[in-house]
């Protein structure tokens, strides 16, 4: 574009530089600055930004590796990796290149050795023939014979032309001759075509460098309860937090008050007391079975000292608390062989044939049940309980090949897999449940210690599914661990932390719940 005078106006509106003629015109009520009045101000923006970008650029470079020496190198290190990869798929096909020379020899020995055996028959049977015809034709002129030399030949040739004959036949172990020669390599068109495909894998390339996995971060918001702060009437404070869990459809947070005897209700939003439930003997660990009569209300499973496992309609359990009212929330309870439940996780599972006989469901149901999952600390086993009734319908861990060395903290991945904590032998099992009551152990991570990725008395898991990571409570090592979907070590966190004992996410807000059971308070991280 032309101006007609010189250029000295800055138009925002437009981000543009103009001139006068312009900010009469095209430009008319636009928000219009002359560049010697915005010069100092935008020119200490402009350093700011720079500053900003610069500074970006540098932390952009440092975490990718973009330095010149760094760039440099990785010209280099390319080069190198053509050499090497190359010598990899030489050696590779060169392998491959002598395993088919290897059947191919062997192929050509078996068809040699097959064709000398075949050969060897026929020569046989021509020299037996030869030998049969040559003493049958001692009989040609039978009738001219003496008595006397008839039965010699008789007694003496005759006998040894039929042993002659017995021979040829066993010679023969085929219907027709031609069946010597009628063999041929087997129809190997699919089996070629299998390993055409396979063989087209040796051209893949893949990366071998693991990508970076960024560890979630936790930063210390606030705590939501501690030992100073007394609630209710009974003038009575937290004592030790076992567990801690959400509720979205009463917008509460529940915390389980082992020695005070108690589940403590708060809000959700604003983190503030709402009451306290103390029907409920020596709670541990807690679970919530979300939609359980599929009106949108959740369900409290508890389980507590008296070896036994609770299920109650959560709502009305609160509300009985609130009015002070005696409840009727009791779903069922099961206490069949429990001893100490330590941890819980519901979970839609296929099952097939495992349905009760007392307990008769519909089809659907006996396929696809909604069960609970819960850890037996003492029994060193998990049980398998069906939410619908409470009853017991499977166990892992007893005489089944799974070992279980004091299970305590449970979760699931997004593959189906049991991430079961086990306080006993400080480590971290994967258990794929087969849909027959039982489990297979895919893999284990973890031993007693406090370096990384070790344990000092396990408590807690939870598996984090936005970042799929795997954080852990080790208790006596006075953190918290993360651990990628793998169970490779990630981070670990100590601040504000003292003993924790179990902790649950906010999905929604992202806030992270930590019962801390020797500071006695629920903590709150983001």
């Known amino acids: 574009m032309i101006h007609s005078s010189s250029i000295n106006t800055f138009c925002k509106t437009c981000e543009q530089l103009i001139c006068a003629a312009c900010s009469v015109h095209s430009h008319k009520g636009h928000d219009l600055y002359l560049i010697d009045s915005i010069e100092k101000e935008e020119r200490e923006q402009l350093n700011e ?43 590779l096909f060169e392998s491959l290149k002598s395993m088919i020379e290897t059947q191919q020899e062997k192929l050509n020995r078996s068809i040699d050795d097959m064709c000398e055996k075949h050969k060897f028959v026929v020569l046989q049977i021509v020299e037996l023939k030869v030998k049969l015809m040559t003493m049958l034709s001692e009989f040609d002129q039978l009738e001219r014979l003496s008595g006397l030399e008839m039965m010699e030949r008789k007694i003496v040739t005759f006998k040894k032309v039929c042993e002659l004959f017995e021979e040829l036949k066993s010679s023969c172990k085929f219907g027709h001759m031609s069946e010597l020669h009628g063999y041929e390599l087997v129809d190997a068109t699919s089996s070629l075509k299998i390993v055409e495909k396979e063989i087209d894998k040796f051209s893949n390339i893949v990366h071998s460098i693991k990508p970076k996995t960024t560890p979630r971060k936790l930063d210390y918001v606030s705590t939501l309860v501690d030992s100073n702060t007394t609630y209710a009437t009974n003038n009575e404070p937290l004592s030790n937090p076992y567990d801690v869990k ?74 009985a608390s609130v009015n002070k009212k005696q409840h009727h929330a009791l779903i069922w309870k099961q206490s069949d062989q429990l001893e100490y439940p330590s941890g819980m996780v519901v979970a839609y599972q296929y099952f097939r044939n495992l349905s009760s006989p007392k307990s008769p469901v519909s089809t659907r149901q006996q396929d696809t049940l909604r069960i609970v999952y819960v850890c037996d600390y003492t029994k060193n086993c998990i049980h398998l309980i069906r939410l619908q009734d409470g009853e017991i319908i499977s166990r892992f861990g007893l005489n089944d090949g799974i070992v279980l060395q004091g299970p305590w903290g449970i979760d699931m991945n997004e593959l189906g897999e049991l991430i079961v904590g086990e306080t006993g032998s400080n480590r971290i099992q994967f258990l794929k449940p087969d849909g027959m009551g039982s489990c297979v152990s895919v893999k284990s991570f973890g031993q007693n210690g406090n370096g990384n990725g070790q344990f000092n008395f396990l408590r807690g898991i939870v598996y984090d599914r936005a970042c799929k990571q795997i954080m852990t409570c080790d ?52």
């Open 49 to 91: 930004q720079l500053h900003d970008l610069k500074k970006e650029i540098v932390e952009f470079e440092n975490e990718h590796a973009l330095d010149d020496s760094n760039v440099n190198n990785e010209l280099e290190m390319i080069e190198e990796m053509n050499v090497k990869l190359k010598q990899q798929g030489l050696t």
């Open 246 to 319: 959400l509720s979205y459809p009463c917008n509460c947070i529940l915390v389980s008050d082992y020695f005070q005897n108690r589940i403590m209700v708060f809000d959700l939003e604003t983190k503030q007391f709402k009451t306290t439930i103390k029907t409920i003997p020596r709670p541990h660990c807690l679970c919530i079975e979300t939609n359980y009569n599929a009106q949108f209300n959740d369900a409290l499973l508890v389980g507590c000292n008296d070896r036994s496992v609770y299920k109650y309609d959560l709502k009305s359990l609160i509300e």
């Open 475 to 526: 208790f006596s090592g006075r953190r918290i661990q993360v651990f990628d979907r793998n169970g490779e070590y990630l981070t670990s966190y100590y601040d504000q932390i003292q003993g924790p004992y179990n902790f649950c996410i906010n999905d929604l807000t992202r806030e992270v719940f930590i019962a801390d059971y020797s500071k006695k308070r629920i903590v709150v991280f983001k």
